[in-house]
């Protein structure tokens, strides 16, 4: 079986002045990559910790990132990867839930910890040039390589154990079905708490590419975003739909612009067939593809290559072919998924793991909550089981209101977000991005809107107010904030 540092070991040696990781503003080799996580390894092995004890690491889209995951898994600890973007309360919650013996820091962070704290560039500037672990050390097999944290529906964030078996496999099938082996850029959109970024993370440092990082500053300044995204160089695309869709409100946005780029890997959310269209469009030379998998097996367990064929058949792109091994509906609909990529569970949860993660027929499968039919010899997606709603007594689906506004032809997006007083819900407001700039007012739009949705939903169904944006808010994983706007309608 693959072994993710063995491979990083064998491009450390074989090519040690390639660039490993890239932003605007900060480069590291391979070379560079393997000593300084051999001396973060060693710092951390000095520290006496359990094995397996888990090593938060604190930061965005930082080079040292990257070196202190690796410099984890040397000494035989997983990495819990923070985004800097997370709320301090969350970071305590997560750094008492994890049992963490070492927060390593990438930039400052100013709070009271129970814990060692330490700079990623203090340690590396104390460290002896002389320093390499045994492979014995490392993170092998069954045990825990990363955790990430994800939102709990209690609201106790919740920390999904991938170990170094899950992710040897989940690399392998990257490579086996998608065209990653010739040299290129690989572009890191998503933060490392989300766990998008392993998907352009460990395919390029295996497989000795360059993996080009844009930072949360160059995405807030679409001027820097253009011009780092023109000079990246960048082959293979990795990024959400929501992303992409933001990057096409840029006329410029197109293969001129970016002339290496063959392949668009889409995942973390529904891709939209405009989406694809317009992709198609700019970046003909470019293949897309359509992933689908939660945190809990590892990224993505599954993908279909988006073609005009597909395009022309069906009004919503499938996730997956019936002949996916790994996933299945259960009877009442739940797409459930099997196979070498499920999770070991969520750290310190057996309950909530028990639950997620049962035996059926002598398998473990993880159950997703997310809810597929079949069709045409494809599984699709329809939506959440715990994203329904009830107002007025009726029991809505969210995801089903939107479609049918995404669908209206002076509309480019929509989500909408249910209203609360005390605790009940009372309304649903629609916010939405109209393909063409306002010509008259809000108002008779609204009521132009209204009244084509009344053809496809009941009265009780449609929104009650329609607020119109530029853009939709995107949170910092890079997917519609949903809560941010759901935070506006408190307000």
């Known amino acids: 079986m693959l072994s993710i540092l063995a491979a990083i070991e064998r491009v450390a040696i074989q090519q040690p002045q390639k660039t490993a990781y890239q932003t605007h503003n900060a480069s590291l080799t391979y070379g560079e990559l393997w000593h300084l996580s051999d001396c973060m390894a060693d710092y951390i092995s000095k520290l006496h910790l359990q094995r397996q004890q888990p090593i938060v690491v604190y930061g965005h889209m930082s080079p040292l990132q990257i070196v202190a995951f690796l410099g984890a898994v040397k000494a035989g600890h997983p990495y819990v990867p923070v985004d800097s973007s997370t709320p301090s309360e ?30 990623v560039s203090d340690i590396l500037e104390n460290s002896s040039s002389e320093v390499s672990l045994p492979s014995t050390a490392w993170v092998k097999n069954e045990e825990i390589y990363y955790i990430i944290y994800t939102s709990g529906s209690t609201g106790q964030p919740k920390g999904v154990q991938i170990t170094a078996t899950n992710l040897a496999h989940f690399v392998s099938w990257m490579q086996e079905h998608f065209p990653l082996q010739q040299d290129g850029v690989f572009l890191n959109q998503a933060p490392f708490s989300f766990d998008l970024s392993v998907m352009d993370l460990y395919p390029a440092l295996v497989g000795g590419h360059t993996l080009y990082a844009i930072t949360q ?11 780092s995204l023109a000079s990246s160089n960048t082959r293979v695309w990795t990024s959400t739909p929501s992303f992409a869709k933001m990057c096409l409100m840029n006329k410029e946005w197109n293969q001129q612009l970016m002339p290496a780029l063959d392949t668009f890997l889409f995942c973390g959310e529904v891709l939209p067939i405009a989406v694809s269209k317009e992709l198609m469009e700019r970046f003909p030379q470019a293949t897309i593809y359509n992933l689908y998998g939660p945190t809990e097996t590892t990224v993505a367990v599954s993908y279909v290559k988006v073609t005009e064929e597909l395009i022309a058949r069906f009004e919503q792109l499938p996730i997956a072919p019936l002949t996916e091994t790994n996933i299945s509906l259960l009877e009442d609909g739940e ?17 909530l793991t028990a639950k997620a ?42 995801e089903e209101i939107e479609k049918q506004i995404s669908n209206l032809p002076p509309v480019s997006s929509c989500v909408v977000v249910p209203v609360y007083k005390e605790k009940e819900i009372t309304a649903l407001n629609a916010h939405l991005v109209l393909r063409e700039p306002l010509k008259d007012s809000a108002f008779k739009m609204t009521k132009q809107l209204k009244a084509l949705l009344s053809e496809y939903l009941p009265a009780y169904m449609i929104p009650k ?13 890079g997917k519609v904030d949903r809560k941010g706007l759901a935070v506006m309608e408190t307000v």
């Open 217 to 227: 500053q160059e995405i807030a300044n679409p001027r820097a975003l253009f011009d």
């Open 335 to 351: 797409i459930a998924i099997s196979g070498p990529t499920v999770s070991a569970g969520y750290l310190g949860a057996p309950e």
């Open 465 to 477: 107010t329609f607020k119109y944006m530029e853009a939709l808010p995107l949170n910092a994983n």
């Open 90 to 119: 969350r970071i305590q919650l997560i750094l008492e839930a994890s049992g963490a013996g070492l927060l390593c820091t990438t930039e400052p962070l100013h709070m009271l910890t129970n814990i060692p704290v330490a700079a």
């Open 357 to 398: 993660f049962p035996t059926v027929a002598g398998n473990r499968i993880y159950r997703t909550g997310d809810v597929g039919y079949e069709r045409d010899g494809y599984i699709f997606f329809s939506g959440r089981k715990d994203f329904q709603v009830k107002l007025h007594g009726y029991r809505l689906e969210i």
